[in-house]
């Protein structure tokens, strides 16, 4: 399995994430519709029982396609579902991602939730 590196990471939950981030993307056109508090309602903890993905951005991506910008250093990623946490390393249905920084807004949702996001595996 591919690795690839992910920065500015939080851990979401997953369908909901799609919802948020269509939304989202839908009011930087549309200001009419409502704000949602993205993206922390859709943080989720490392040991949820529900489905969990990354959403983050991509660092040296070995699938970075210059022509379309796709994974291209910045872009936005949304995971498949995470199968396993190893320390530093989180593997998903299709890649193992490496985590960099963690995004500020999912470390302080951490920190009041009481969710040690730093010693995850």
Not at 27 to 52: G, L, M
Not at 87 to 92: C, D, F, K, P, S
Request: charged share 25%; glycine share 4%.
């Amino acid at each position: 399995m591919e690795k690839a590196f992910i920065t500015d990471w939080a851990i979401v939950k997953y369908p909901e994430v799609k919802v948020a981030v269509i939304l989202e993307e839908a009011r930087s056109t549309s200001p009419d519709i409502p704000e949602c508090p993205f993206p922390e309602s859709v943080f989720a903890k490392y040991n949820d029982t529900r489905q969990i993905s990354l959403l983050g951005r991509a660092v040296n991506d070995y699938r970075a396609d210059h022509a379309t910008e796709s994974f291209a250093d910045g872009h936005q990623i949304m995971t498949t579902r995470i199968k396993e946490i190893n320390g530093e390393e989180v593997t998903t249905e299709n890649t193992i991602y490496v985590l960099g920084e963690i995004n500020e807004g999912y470390k302080q949702w951490c920190e009041l939730n009481g969710v040690v996001w730093n010693t995850l595996s």
